[in-house]
């Protein structure tokens, strides 16, 4: 869908360890989002991209960090793992044509498990 | 109270049913999305909506700015509609997107 690609599709790591997610985009899209979905919560936004090096907290941005060095790619790097973070990662992306009413492009997900 | 709330939580029909899902919000908002996510899969956009009614093939969506009310139909449902059907709104003048909780759908054969 929109040539996202999100790497790794699964991983599982150590408490206090860092982990980065990878967001990968074709599409030449400006706005670049990572959602992280649990149960009993939905899909809530962690950080956001609206350019090259612009970035912005979502809701629940606490031990994350995000990078964006170019238009394709949207890091994020959790800082020291810990088990709340245990979760289903998802990136999106907007087109350029209208940010504000664009149709939203997502990734297949991490699965990440921190134990 | 969430800003977008949906109804019901899970659904449960035979095939050929006509579904109804609901989406209320409380916010002022630019638009509108509907979602669908399979079990194990990704998200998908089915819908982006600013005012009035769309249609995709047996899927209707409706929206009433002045109640703050969306609704996605399913006409004549099938197996394969089983899935998460998710409502998110795009606050006005903001980036930023407010997702409900979901509405499971199961359609059995």
């Known amino acids: 869908d929109a040539g996202i690609t999100q790497s790794p599709r699964h991983k599982v790591t150590e408490t206090g360890t860092p982990v980065t997610l990878r967001c990968h985009q074709t599409?030449?899209?400006?706005?670049m989002y990572w959602y992280r979905q649990d149960p009993g919560h939905g899909l809530r936004l962690i950080h956001y991209?609206?350019?090259?090096?612009?970035?912005d907290k979502g809701e629940v941005s606490d031990g994350y960090s995000v990078s964006r060095s170019k238009t394709e790619d949207f890091l994020l790097t959790l800082e020291s793992a810990t088990s709340s973070q245990t979760s289903v990662y998802f990136c999106?992306?907007?087109?350029?044509?209208?940010?504000?009413?664009?149709?939203?492009?997502f990734g297949n997900g991490t699965r990440l498990t921190v134990t | 109270k969430n800003e977008v709330e949906q109804s019901p939580q899970n659904l449960t029909a035979q095939e050929g049913e006509f579904i109804t899902i609901n989406c209320s919000y409380s916010v002022g908002i630019s638009a509108l999305h509907w979602l669908q996510q399979h079990p194990g899969g990704g998200i998908v956009s089915l819908f982006m909506?600013?005012?009035g009614k769309k249609k995709h093939g047996r899927l209707i969506a409706t929206i009433n700015i002045q109640e703050k009310h969306s609704s996605l139909h399913i006409t004549a449902s099938h197996p394969r509609d089983s899935a998460v059907y998710i409502c998110?709104?795009?606050?006005?003048?903001?980036?930023?997107?407010?997702f409900g909780q979901g509405t499971r759908l199961t359609i059995n054969p």
């Open positions: 991209s609206y350019g090259v090096k612009d970035t």
């Open positions: 909506l600013s005012s």
């Open positions: 599409e030449n899209h400006r706005y």
């Open positions: 998110a709104v795009r606050l006005q003048g903001a980036q930023k997107l407010v």
């Open positions: 999106a992306t907007d087109d350029n044509r209208s940010s504000y009413n664009s149709p939203l492009h």
